[in-house]
């Protein structure tokens, strides 16, 4: 491999002075942001593990017409309440902004930890007991089936609890909102000297972004979810119609977070996404400030002005439909900007195909089917049509649930020899890779096929349907493929980790700070005595 | 896509397709780049990366046509809804549709009701929607139509039928257990028809639904039962096989013994007439032990559920 000549032997030395007796308790109460970074790894992954079998068994109950996995309609509609509120909520939110912003964010500034560490610690804390509350859906007799939306009335005169659901987003929540603070702390004051605004890595730009949004919009949702609790179990009315409560405004309180959370699990993930290809392309970012102007801030500025396009055929007003389509269409174009950058990112770079480009390329295209199936969705006479079909299931997995998983896995994959000191098979990497690739196509196509045939969303049979029992068919056999793909990740991790070639600090020849300046694993306080920067540094300075 | 049977879903058709094609080319356009970039500048071809800071000119231009094409897309789109959207002409037909869990109904004046949307060709027909506990989403794949109905207000939605037939219509809101049962069917009939059955002089079953007795001859209390069954949405909750879904199998039910939950006691009583008309009434007055208290009040009358206990006795 050409990157050999980048490798420290010194380090070796250094990481084997710091190894200890492995010791739960330290690991619990541990306030190293690499060891949370861990915990939330752990957890986040726990969560994708158990709302994937879910999906395994929705995917096989819809194989066939009528009853097969189950007879029970409400036994498939709590598998479906799990998947999506574990996949977002338990798994993408906390894998980009607890594993991905802990591991990264100290270390691409220059910083020995967090700002408030042992606030770190408090976040992860609530966010295990969330995932554990979330879990608890299996052992409760009458677990919630109000899907992750919870709308009103629905989880009010439901006899599932829909507690378990509430409190789940709560412990998230000010997990979310403590991990903001810091963040946002962290980025602003504990920059290394020479870390300036205009030299930031694009993911920190795109952490700074996200935990802005979840600062603002978190305090939303936890007030409506709430409200929710208040209305079921205290009696009171804020959305009970029966007591001259409206549904409505939960609907908008819901969104008005709901949809700003795709922007918190989209920035990290694409910010992810440009490290990997800086560094396998070993180009700067193409247009870096402007980028960051229109395209991260843009997005920014606009997400919280569109969440009505959730509720077109919800029952709001003309004029906020008016106002939402044309936001819609507009926040397309910093999108749009950031996927540019992307291709220009490529444009004359030098590309070596390892496993997380790989993943990175297979983003790129995800993403964009994603982005373009959005279009017709945000034409409302379009998406009246469209909207509660198996097309939105099909467009939002694609634009995402598999692209932000391309970038989740990818990003793990790319800083595995950092982590663990060691690299993965190269082989077991790209077989999953492929399997994973192939198997989302598959599903997700069909998805939205049924979707424009009229298909509608959580359904749990489709008597009415009887011609799309092949397509059905299909994307369970995609969906099987999937499964496969992940357990190939998971074994090339496993096995990376313990029996993997052992790697020097930089194995990608990256230029960015945590590649070059920090030992594989980094040490507890990751730079010793500091960093020390050169003028002309600049983490995507390949040209020198 | 399969064709549209209302004269508004034409158009969102011919929408939809100009939008995949606009988004089609972008795809191809940007693919095209991507996989050209992908390809030619791998790193045994192109061993010195090129360490461009950029182009303002491009980024500006691109930042300046896609403004233009989402400006005209949405100039355009905000048209089609506004004419999808906008009020129903005069004289249309005027009918009230209330969801509950798991039920349609639909009201015509005069007192015509009925649990399929019975619509007459070529007239617009405005339809205010209700419902009566959850959230719905009465939905028309084929007309291209869907509106939630929310409890606590009424919403409304409109169209002109284009076609004759006989199309699906759903619930598209999810709305619990049944949520998936919650269907019924849409026929849209010539205007003569359409006023026959209006006046009560002709009934219209959905193509491909059972002829209940379509022989003149009268028809038993059991057949009767077996129609409200299907059209009543009972079957949605209780099989006739003796499955348990969300509630007790009508198979071998009238007469048996069962327990069940009275104001928080348990006892057992004998399902019977008297048993029945109750809990047709009131639900969750004697829950059987083992299910929860979800069903509706029934929208039948004492004479209709009589009609489907006949029915019931039926299944033995």
């Known amino acids: 491999m050409s990157t050999q000549a980048l490798l420290e032997p010194s380090d070796t030395a250094e990481v084997a002075a710091v190894k200890q007796r492995f010791s739960l308790k330290e690991w619990i109460f541990t306030t190293d942001h690499k060891r949370v970074a861990v915990l939330y790894m752990i957890g986040a992954f726990a969560a994708f593990f158990v709302a994937g079998l879910m999906a395994m068994l929705m995917r096989t109950e819809l194989a066939s017409l009528g009853p097969t996995v189950t007879a029970d309609p409400s036994t498939y509609n709590t598998w479906l309440y799990f998947h999506g509120a574990a996949m977002i909520l338990g798994y993408q939110i906390p894998a980009l902004t607890g594993f991905f912003a802990n591991y990264y964010v100290p270390l691409m500034i220059g910083a020995k930890d967090v700002a408030f560490p042992r606030v770190n610690a408090l976040s992860v804390w609530l966010f295990w007991m969330g995932i554990i509350l979330a879990l608890l859906t299996f052992v409760i007799p009458d677990p919630p089936d109000i899907m992750w939306t919870g709308y009103p009335p629905y989880s009010i005169l439901t006899g599932g609890n829909t507690a378990f659901y509430t409190f789940t987003v709560l412990l998230m929540g000010f997990s979310s909102i403590a991990g903001g603070v810091n963040f946002l702390t962290t980025i602003i004051y504990m920059r290394a000297p020479g870390v300036t605004w205009g030299k930031m890595n694009m993911f920190i730009w795109c952490t700074l972004a996200a935990f802005i949004i979840q600062i603002i919009f978190v305090p939303v949702l936890g007030s409506a979810v709430t409200m929710l609790t208040f209305d079921k179990y205290l009696g009171t009315s804020f959305f009970n119609p029966a007591a001259g409560g409206s549904p409505l405004i939960y609907e908008n309180l819901f969104w008005f977070y709901s949809h700003p959370a795709v922007y918190v699990i989209f920035l990290p993930a694409i910010g992810l996404i440009y490290e990997i290809i800086a560094t396998f392309a070993r180009n700067r970012i193409f247009n870096y400030k402007k980028i960051v102007y229109y395209g991260v801030m843009g997005v920014v500025g606009l997400g919280g002005i569109v969440w009505a396009h959730h509720l077109y055929v919800a029952g709001i007003p003309n004029w906020m439909i008016l106002i939402h389509v044309f936001m819609t269409l507009i926040i397309s174009v910093p999108v749009g900007l950031l996927m540019i950058g992307l291709l220009g990112t490529l444009y004359k770079g030098s590309i070596h195909y390892a496993t997380p480009m790989l993943y990175a390329a297979g983003f790129l295209f995800l993403f964009l089917i994603g982005g373009l199936t959005g279009i017709p969705n945000a034409m409302s006479s379009i998406y009246i049509h469209l909207t509660d079909t198996y097309w939105m299931p099909g467009h939002f997995h694609y634009v995402m649930a598999i692209s932000m998983t391309t970038a989740i896995i990818g990003g793990t994959y790319y800083v595995f020899p950092k982590m663990t000191g060691r690299m993965y098979n190269e082989t077991l990497g790209r077989i999953g890779f492929i399997l994973f690739f192939v198997g989302v196509n598959i599903t997700f196509m069909f998805t939205m096929i049924m979707g424009v045939k009229g298909m509608p969303r959580r359904y749990y049979d489709y008597q009415q349907f009887p011609e799309i029992e092949w397509m059905q068919q299909i994307a369970t056999v995609g969906s099987y493929i999937i499964f496969l793909g992940a357990l190939v990740v998971l074994i090339s991790w496993l096995h990376g980790a313990f029996y993997g070639r052992k790697v020097g600090r930089n194995p990608w020849g990256s230029r960015s700070l945590e590649w070059t300046h920090a030992p594989s694993p980094p040490p507890p306080g990751n730079y010793g005595d500091g960093v020390k920067l050169p003028d002309d540094w600049n983490p995507y300075g390949y040209g020198k | ?316």
């Open chain 2, 1 to 316: 896509m399969f064709s549209a049977a209302t004269l508004t879903g034409k158009e969102v058709d011919s929408a939809f397709w100009v939008i995949t094609g606009i988004c089609a080319v972008l795809f191809v356009l940007i693919i095209f780049f991507m996989l050209f970039f992908l390809y030619r500048y791998r790193r045994s071809r192109s061993p010195v990366p090129g360490d461009i800071e950029g182009n303002a000119t491009l980024e500006l231009s691109f930042l300046g046509i896609s403004i233009v094409i989402v400006l005209a897309m949405f100039l355009w789109g905000w048209d089609g809804y506004r004419m999808i959207r906008g009020q129903a002409p005069e004289g249309s037909l005027e009918v009230k549709a209330t969801g509950q869990m798991w039920l349609w109904t639909f009201e015509y004046g005069q007192g015509r009701q009925s649990n399929t949307l019975i619509l007459p060709y070529g007239k617009p027909v405005s339809i205010r929607l209700f419902s009566n506990d959850v959230i719905h989403s009465l939905y028309v794949p084929a007309f291209r139509v869907k509106q939630d109905a929310v409890p606590g207000s009424e919403k409304d939605l409109w169209f002109t039928p284009d076609e004759t037939g006989t199309f699906d219509l759903f619930c598209a809101e999810y709305c619990g257990t049944g949520h998936s049962a919650m269907i019924t069917k849409a026929v849209v009939v010539g205007e003569a028809d359409f006023n026959a059955w209006l006046a009560g002089k002709k009934e219209i079953t959905p193509a491909g639904a059972a002829p209940a007795a379509a022989a003149k001859g009268e028809k038993t209390g059991a057949e009767k039962g077996r129609e409200l069954f299907q059209s009543k949405g009972c079957s949605a909750c209780h099989s006739t096989d003796g499955s348990k879904l969300i509630g007790p199998s009508f198979k071998g039910l009238f007469g048996k013994k069962e327990t069940v939950v009275t104001a928080g006691k348990e006892r057992e009583i004998t399902v019977d007439e008297a048993y029945i008309i109750k809990s047709e009434h009131e639900p969750a007055a004697d829950v059987v032990v083992g299910f929860q208290p979800l069903m509706p009040p029934s929208p039948m009358n004492d004479e209709e559920i009589k009609a489907v206990i006949e029915f019931m006795k039926t299944l033995k």
